[in-house]
T-cell receptor, first 116, second 114 residues
Framework: AQTVTQSQPEMSVQEAETVTLSCTYD???????LFWYKQPPSRQMILVIR??????QNATENRFSVNFQKAAKSFSLKISDSQLGDAAMYFC?????????????FGQGTILTVHP | NAGVTQTPKFQVLKTGQSMTLQCAQD?????MSWYRQDPGMGLRLIHY???????DQGEVPNGYNVSRSTTEDFPLRLLSAAPSQTSVYFC?????????????FGPGTRLTVL
């Protein structure tokens, strides 16, 4: 079974600074996708960024980027120029291809606090 | 498009009561899922469906039933609620023809079982 581990229960960052959230995963599949979801106090799950395992290039979405290390099974999220609105719970998630497609496995989450 | 909708938003039950959490999507997605979110554990998959008439168990299926009679709806039934089922429940949908792996989540239902 696949597992996703987020070893940082809480992180904090100063506004305008950069922060990196860590995620490791374990899988025997070769075809899979990785995600970072943001959950603000409203509880809504918001997709931040996604990475296909077959792509070597790290995904980037505006101020958000990932460091995908496939051999090490590591998938960290970097938030640049942090804003107060970035404060939320962040979840790393995994889904496989084929029959595993669409079934997400989540990490435990990291609470991000942004200080003004 | 309304996306994924869930009702109710909040619910309090007594142990042993039954209820159905409703989930609907208007994006014609084939795949629909139910997750529960507990403190310190992230979200865990309860049940899953790849189309009308086809369902499968996830990581934590015990105490829950599902059926999928239409593409749009995927209700989650609690037959005899237990305090261990106190949680926040999310429904999600996706399509294999969309951006690979991307799931769309409903707003969640907070359930308390006394």
């Amino acid at each position: 079974a696949q597992t996703v581990t987020q070893s940082q229960p809480e992180m904090s960052v100063q506004e305008a600074e950069t922060v990196t959230l860590s995620c490791t995963y374990d899988t025997s599949e070769s075809d899979y996708y990785l995600f970072w979801y943001k959950q603000p106090p409203s509880r809504q799950m918001i997709l931040v960024i996604r990475q296909e395992a077959y792509k070597q290039q790290n995904a980037t979405e505006n101020r958000f980027s990932v460091n995908f290390q496939k051999a090490a099974k590591s998938f960290s999220l970097k938030i640049s120029d942090s804003q107060l609105g970035d404060a939320a719970m962040y979840f790393c998630a995994y889904t496989g291809g084929g029959t595993s497609y669409g079934k997400l496995t989540f990490g435990q989450g990291t609470i991000l606090t942004v200080h003004p | 498009n309304a996306g994924v909708t869930q009702t109710p938003k909040f619910q309090v039950l007594k142990t042993g009561q039954s209820m159905t959490l409703q989930c609907a999507q208007d994006m014609n997605h084939e795949y629909m899922s139910w997750y529960r979110q507990d403190p310190g554990m992230g979200l865990r998959l309860i049940h899953y469906s790849v189309g009308a008439g086809i369902t499968d168990q996830g990581e934590v299926p015990n105490g829950y039933n599902v059926s999928r009679s239409t593409t749009e709806d995927f209700p989650l039934r609690l037959l005899s609620a237990a305090p261990s089922q106190t949680s926040v429940y999310f429904c999600a949908s996706s399509s294999p023809s969309g951006r690979a792996g991307e799931q769309f989540f409903g707003p969640g239902t907070r359930l308390t079982v006394l």
